[in-house]
């Protein structure tokens, strides 16, 4: 067979992963072509963000299983970043990707000394880390303290643009997500899950491929932080640096399935919709609602909805 016909075999499979992926932001961007109300495409916005930092925290997390409750502070870093940069006269793009490069330096500051931690030892200490940062932000004073920061706009207020853009890093963020999952750094990442040491000894480097995937997972966190900044327009520690963001980012992935490539989009959007639409009615009933979803969860189904489906596709087949 020659090596042209190869290569449209290994296409094929690639472009059927990616189909859904192409339809789905398709039929999100032509969502505001409905003319639906600010609101929902604020709503929408949201869950787009936490749909970035879901698949993100799902690459060291889901695929490679370590548990990190320290993402708040790549989220962020990225966002405080971001907003200063942009308020200091940066383009909005160039400040955005400034807050991804901050998270990643950040990613390697962390990860070089809690990658040497097994099990519960490395979750207690990003712990640990996202607390110590959260009071040194809480803080400083160039960045506002306690207080808070706010963005100096210099132009009016685009809706749109802040959608789309959130769209597009989602978007990228799926795409990453399949490519690690298919590749040989996501095999590596996955024999590391199973057993660190066996990987070891089939010729993975597990604390250098834990880094990596780390800083990547951190980048796109820190993205997600400065495209929200970019809408919120006013950050304060407590509200990007705050331990329940660090849960939010966990929980997500669990609600839709670990590992998958899926899942994690799935678990934001059923956290999105169900967080911002009970917190203005009931603000503290969504930490009861999710907590008792998560235990149920855990306890009937593991693999969360992506492998309820996979359980209701196999039986309807049997029955078929």
């Not at 809690?114 to 099990?119: M, P, W």
């Not at 009071?135 to 004073?141: A, K, P, Q, S, W």
């Given at each position: ?85 942009y308020s200091t006269g940066v383009d ?29 030892y490395f979750a207690i200490a990003t ?185 209701v596709v196999g039986l309807f087949r049997?029955?078929?």
């Open positions: 067979m020659s090596e042209a016909a190869t290569d449209k075999g290994n296409l094929f499979p690639l472009l059927a992963k990616a189909a859904p992926l192409l339809l789905a932001v398709i039929a999100v961007a032509f969502i505001p072509a409905a003319h639906p109300s600010p609101n929902i495409i604020r709503l929408m916005f949201v869950t787009l963000v936490w749909v970035t930092t879901s698949v993100a925290w799902n690459l060291i997390g889901g695929f490679a299983g370590q548990v990190s409750f320290g993402f708040a502070v790549f989220y962020g870093l990225g966002a405080y970043t971001t907003a200063i940069t909005r793009f160039d400040s955005i990707l400034l807050g991804a490069c901050a998270a990643m330096l950040a990613s390697l500051l962390v990860g070089l000394p809690t990658f040497r931690l097994k099990g519960p712990i640990g880390v996202s607390e110590a940062v959260r009071v040194i932000m809480t803080n400083l004073g160039f960045t506002g303290g306690a207080s808070g920061y706010r963005i100096m706009e210099r132009g009016p207020f685009n809706q749109l643009l802040h959608y789309y853009i959130a769209l597009a890093l989602a978007a990228t963020a799926i795409a990453l997500s399949m490519l690690v999952r298919y590749s040989k750094f996501g095999l590596a990442l996955l024999a590391i899950r199973e057993d660190e040491e066996a990987a070891s000894d089939l010729g993975v480097n597990p604390f250098r491929t834990k880094l990596l995937a780390h800083a990547l997972a951190a980048a796109l966190t820190g993205a997600a932080g400065g495209v929200f900044v970019g809408y919120a327009a006013f950050i304060y520690p407590q509200g990007v640096f705050g331990f329940d963001i660090s849960v939010a980012i966990l929980l997500m992935p669990i609600i839709g399935g670990l590992g998958t490539v899926w899942g994690p989009p799935i678990g934001a959007a059923v956290y999105g919709f169900v967080h911002e639409e009970l917190i203005a009615s009931f603000p503290q009933f969504h930490l009861l609602l999710f907590g008792s979803l998560l235990i149920l969860i855990i306890l009937f189904e593991p693999a969360g909805v992506m492998g309820l489906a996979y359980k049997r029955r078929k």
